[in-house]
């Protein structure tokens, strides 16, 4: 007993909103959000793959905006909104737009990147969106550039955003 007041005491009190739905939990103050979602909720969509920030496999949407799961600690999403890639389908696991044109498009082939670049795909186009504007190949090019995919060479991937982008 004394030693689960103890293993407590290091570890803080998170509660956030996660693909819509409330979580609560501890993390030790030093605890990874990736590490977090892998271990501790489950939810493996979230890549590990550098852990500095730089081939955006971790990427999740943190109030909306895509940021790097493996640069954030998992005490300070504490009060705020992650949506991770579990959270893109719709009821019953139906494919949101972004997801469909990935199938269609075949922009995945091992599928370690894709979790990331969806997530940063859906803050980018839905920023787009409320700008009223639609971005040429070249600006999608641009956006993946923070995406390391060893795969598909990009060019499926950009079709399926071109897709979305302009529907």
């Known amino acids: ?95 949101s737009e972004l997801q469909a044109a990935f199938k269609r498009h075949h922009a995945l082939q091992c599928g370690f990147c894709t979790a990331g670049i969806l997530m940063s795909s859906a803050d980018w186009l839905a920023r787009l969106r409320e700008q009223g504007r639609q971005p040429s190949e070249q600006e999608v090019r641009e956006m993946l550039s923070g995406h390391l995919c060893r795969c598909t060479g990009y060019t499926p991937i950009v079709k399926a955003l071109m897709e979305v982008a302009h529907a």
């Open 1 to 95: 007993m004394t030693s689960q007041i103890l293993e407590r005491s290091k570890r803080h009190s998170v509660t956030f909103e996660l693909n819509g739905r409330l979580r609560q939990g501890y993390a030790p103050p030093r605890m990874l959000l990736t590490d977090y979602l892998r271990h501790e909720l489950g939810l493996t969509g979230t890549h590990v793959g550098c852990e500095h920030g730089v081939c955006g496999a971790c990427t999740v949407r943190l109030e909306g905006v895509a940021c790097r799961a493996c640069l954030t600690l998992a005490v300070q999403v504490d009060g705020l909104r992650v949506d991770t890639v579990e959270g893109l389908a719709g009821e019953g696991g139906v494919l």
